[in-house]
């Protein structure tokens, strides 16, 4: 993950994503958890949290709420945020590789296909036993993912996105190359901010994402106490994914027998 999520985009960040569902995307989370948690959940570890928007939902509707994340800019914005709110979420900096808070809950989140910033075997385990390790034993953990046979079916497209701002507009570019024989999607974004005909200010990041497949999610997760519970359509809960499905929910729930990491 290093150079992205810089200061220039954590703080830009809000604005582009203005219009994104998050509480559409935290009842689906909720009826997950509702349906596969061997308990009730009242405890919520949000690994990656960004901004803390999810986690701002989550501590609204009753949650003690725990948000992670390795990138300083994006955390400042998350407390700044949560300074007026009630219950108030705690925030701490961690690489979810390593995180270890000594402390387990009842629910874990990998939101905004954080999951596929672990491009690599290793960081992919690592995530893994990061959830495990902070789990209760039943625990959920939910996460959302680029779902392989999709991204593969449907392929890249360029997108511009421009947001009207007090005074100009925010703009972001963004274009895919897909690197099917690793699994890999390296997302190029621009994002500039005009004044009139005038460019106020630019920054560029590059952003290579994994995408999945079942059975290599079978065999990470069972290999770090997680038994996968469903896999299911980003935009319909109740649905099976498809090769027309890029996004997906993934829940998997800690294994009873599994030994602490």
Same mark, same amino acid.
């Given at each position: 993950m290093s150079g992205v999520f810089g200061p220039?985009?954590?703080? =830009?960040?809000?604005?582009?994503?203005?219009?994104?569902?998050?509480?559409? =995307?935290?009842?689906?989370? =909720?009826?997950?958890?509702?349906?596969?948690?061997?308990?009730?959940?009242?405890?919520?570890?949000?690994? %990656?949290?960004?901004? %803390?928007t999810h986690a701002l939902e989550f501590a609204r509707r009753g949650y003690a709420v725990t948000g992670a994340d390795r990138s300083a800019a994006m955390l400042e914005i998350a407390r700044q945020k949560a300074s007026a709110a009630a219950p108030r979420p705690e925030f701490v900096d961690g690489d979810l590789r390593?995180?270890?808070?000594?402390?387990? #809950?009842?629910?874990?989140?990998?939101? #905004?296909?954080?999951? %596929?910033?672990?491009?690599?075997?290793?960081? #992919?385990?690592a995530a893994l036993e990061t959830v495990a390790a902070h789990l209760e034993p039943g625990g959920l953990f939910v996460c959302d993912i680029w779902y392989g046979p999709a991204v593969l079916a449907i392929g890249t497209s360029d997108r511009v996105k421009v947001i009207d701002e007090p005074g100009g507009q925010l703009h972001r570019s963004s274009s895919g190359v897909i690197d099917a024989a690793r699994h890999t999607c390296r997302v190029d974004f621009r994002t500039w901010r005009t004044a009139g005909d005038r460019v106020a200010d630019e920054s560029v990041e590059s952003h290579t994402m994994r995408f999945f497949f079942p059975a290599e999610l079978e065999m990470f997760f069972g290999r770090a106490g997680l038994e996968i519970c469903a896999v299911r359509s980003f935009d319909d809960v109740g649905a099976a994914p498809g090769e027309s499905t890029w996004n997906v929910w993934l829940c998997a729930r800690r294994k009873r027998d599994a030994p602490a990491r």
């Open positions: 220039s985009y954590a703080h =830009e960040y809000d604005a582009l994503y203005g219009t994104k569902d998050y509480a559409g =995307e935290c009842d689906a989370i =909720e009826k997950l958890v509702r349906q596969y948690a061997a308990a009730p959940a009242r405890t919520l570890l949000d690994l %990656g949290c960004g901004t %803390g390593t995180l270890r808070l000594g402390r387990t #809950f009842d629910a874990a989140v990998m939101l #905004f296909a954080v999951l %596929g910033y672990q491009t690599s075997d290793d960081d #992919f385990s």
